[in-house]
T-cell receptor, first 114, second 115 residues
Framework: EPEVTQTPSHQVTQMGQEVILRCVPI?????FYWYRQILGQKVEFLVS????????KSEIFDDQFSVERPDGSNFTLKIRSTKLEDSAMYFC????????????FGSGTRLTVV | AQSVTQLGSHVSVSEGALVLLRCNYS??????LFWYVQYPNQGLQLLLK??????LVKGINGFEAEFKKSETSFHLTKPSAHMSDAAEYFC?????????????FGKGTKLSVKP
């Protein structure tokens, strides 16, 4: 079954450093998403991406965050200057279309900011 | 605005017993509803989804859920729990309006299965 692949699985970074989280969505999917889950809290929507541009973003997705699809296969989330509160599990997801197609999630990247 | 409430952060059942995980939603537009399961150190796996076809939805691993508009509920059930069902379960809603792509998740319910 097709999978969404995320790398790395764990990332430890110092506060103030830039991090890039990488995702390879399912190849024929058109919609891409990032979600995050702070330990013990609910999964929260960050951003959706379609047709090479952001289609929706949440309040969490401030100027410190950016997304890119640099080469037609990867989908990246960049955090420019990490804060302690950015520590979380970050999930990438992709979808073939509107929600009735469902979403496929990756296994996540656990980001720890120290 | 849409929201999801999952009653009970932790549910414990005996192997072979009925599993019932509760989910209530709030949505100003007809919703799409989803149940996801997360095994330890793994991603979110889709169990089942409601997209306005049959109100009783069957999913993987013997799970099913019933959409009840009058009760704004989408509870997840399984007749007989297996040890392998121990995981965290998330209910999620997505609207059919401008925010179709945005899944709103509940806080999750951790299911324990006792031998």
């Amino acid at each position: 079954e097709p999978e969404v692949t995320q790398t790395p699985s764990h990332q430890v970074t110092q506060m103030g450093q830039e991090v890039i989280l990488r995702c390879v969505p399912i190849s024929n999917h058109l919609y891409f998403y990032w979600y995050r889950q702070i330990l013990g809290q609910k999964v929260e929507f960050l951003v959706s991406f379609y047709n090479n541009e952001i289609s929706e973003k949440s309040e969490i997705f401030d100027d410190q965050f950016s997304v890119e699809r640099p080469d037609g296969s990867n989908f990246t989330l960049k955090i420019r200057s990490t804060k302690l509160e950015d520590s979380a599990m970050y999930f990438c997801a992709s979808s073939a279309g509107t929600p009735n197609y469902g979403y496929t999630f990756g296994s996540g990247t656990r980001l720890t900011v120290v | 605005a849409q929201s999801v409430t999952q009653l009970g952060s932790h549910v414990s059942v005996s192997e072979g017993a009925l599993v019932l995980l509760r989910c209530n939603y709030s949505s100003s537009v007809p919703p799409y509803l989803f149940w996801y399961v997360q095994y330890p150190n793994q991603g979110l796996q889709l169990l089942l989804k409601y997209t306005s076809a049959a109100t009783l939805v069957k999913g993987i691993n013997g799970f099913e859920a019933e959409f009840k508009k009058s009760e704004t509920s989408f509870h997840l059930t399984k007749p007989s729990a297996h040890m392998s069902d121990a995981a965290e379960y998330f209910c999620a809603v997505s609207g059919r309006g401008g925010s179709q792509g945005n899944l709103i998740f509940g806080k999750g319910t951790k299911l324990s299965v006792k031998p």
